[in-house]
């Protein structure tokens, strides 16, 4: 007689369950800040300086008292020329400077005003079009960073306007979280790689192996570093030795597929031989197999062979364990409220992640075929939506959206 099978695990619980496990990575490195996009800053950045410096015009024009520029039509003499990068006089009473943007404000101007609202009156005079206010078009020092303040805080990614704040207070190396080391399996004698074998001479039964190509990319977009160990056969000794020789130097092990209990997937009894190994159900479509344990050291990870199932899991699941080992903070993907242009009558007693795209409408489409096999639904999509188990979607309802971008960053 069969034992009962395990009640589906809710996808919040087995979510926190997972990142209950991952403790932050031992060890920082300091990268130059070109090299540092999508890592994770491993400390405060505090700026020891002001940004901008000094404070400085916004807009090419004449730096002015706005007491001598009392009235519309009032000409005054240039007195000096002020380019970016120069060190002004302080500014001659009853004259204006020619100032540039970027460039210093000189001591004693308490405006610009621009070149449009001015007209030339004579050699080295000026014209004024209209009064300028008191602060008008300066820029104050320390507008955008004061110095000393938290510029980027630990557990930051850094994405590429982070690198350009960063360089901005004179960082040209930051400290950041050493990267994952994973280990990647694919396992299954069905199993082929494009290139080595032509369409017209595939066996019967026989696929290519898609999941290792995605999920070698996901992992690098993490900024893993990836050891992929090919294609492990259909044995048992094989899967242990390569599981074995993996974990000695992997912060994670990640495999597709090989984890139920048919006589050909070795992975689950290769994984309890060497280590502890959890088979979850979780109440997630696609998806709903994933196993979680440890060898050694090493955590190790089961996803779905279905392509699909796959993809939507690691993002779920893989991705933001990944996050938190690197210290991150920001480890949930931002939804938003869209409308739906389509219909889902029929509600699963599971989470259901629908691959759709916006339309030019502002609203959601449904890819036709939802089946966790058709790998065309998510390179067509441009995100999921996020339904609730026993909900059915009717044309306008509004549902919960999580754009791949958010995901594949």
């Keep these: 007689m069969n034992a009962t099978r395990p009640p589906l695990r809710p996808l919040d619980q087995a979510l926190a369950e997972l990142l209950s496990h991952a403790q932050l990575l031992a060890g920082t490195e300091s990268v130059s800040t070109f090299d540092a996009g999508r890592r994770v800053l491993a400390r405060d950045l505090v700026s020891p300086l002001q940004v901008p410096p000094n404070d400085n015009s916004s807009m090419d024009g004449y730096a002015v008292r706005c007491a001598d520029v009392a009235a519309n039509g009032e000409a005054l003499r240039v007195s000096q020329r002020i380019p970016a990068g120069a060190s002004p006089e302080p500014l001659e009473p009853g004259t204006v400077a020619r100032i540039f943007t970027g460039a210093p404000v000189p001591a004693g101007a308490d405006a610009i005003v621009m070149q449009e609202d001015t007209e030339p009156a004579g050699e080295h005079v000026v014209r004024f079009l209209r009064t300028p206010q008191p602060g008008e078009w300066i820029r104050r020092s320390g507008e955008d960073v004061r110095a000393g303040s938290v510029v980027l805080a630990r557990g930051e990614r850094l994405s590429s306007a982070a690198l350009g704040l960063a360089a901005s207070i004179g960082m040209g190396e930051l400290e950041v979280v050493r990267r994952p080391r994973v280990a990647l399996f694919s396992t299954g004698d069905e199993l082929v790689m494009p290139g080595e074998v032509a369409p017209a001479d595939m066996k019967p039964g026989a696929i290519y192996n898609s999941n290792r190509f995605f999920l070698s990319e996901l992992l690098r977009n993490l900024e893993c570093e990836v050891s992929d160990y090919g294609i492990v056969p259909d044995d048992r000794e094989a899967t242990v030795g390569a599981l074995a020789h993996a974990s000695r130097s992997s912060d994670l092990i990640l495999t597709s597929g090989g984890v139920s209990v048919g006589e050909e997937d070795h992975v689950k009894p290769a994984v309890q031989q060497l280590g502890s190994l959890d088979l979850w159900q979780i109440a997630i479509k696609p998806g709903k197999p994933f196993a979680y344990g440890r060898i050694g050291d090493a955590h190790f990870m089961g996803l779905p062979g279905n392509p699909v199932s796959s993809f939507v899991t690691f993002l779920l699941l893989v991705r933001p364990f990944l996050l938190k080992l690197q210290g991150a903070t920001q480890l949930a993907p931002r939804a938003v409220d869209m409308p739906a242009h389509f219909e889902w009558p029929r509600a699963d007693r599971r989470r259901e992640f629908l691959r759709v795209r916006r339309n030019g409408n502002g609203a959601l489409e ?37 754009p791949l971008a958010e995901l594949l960053a």
């Design 366 to 402: 449904l890819f036709p075929n939802q089946s966790s096999g058709v790998l065309t639904s998510v390179a067509w999509a441009d995100g999921l939506v996020d339904n609730p188990a026993g909900r059915t979607i009717a044309l306008g309802d509004t549902v919960s959206f999580i």
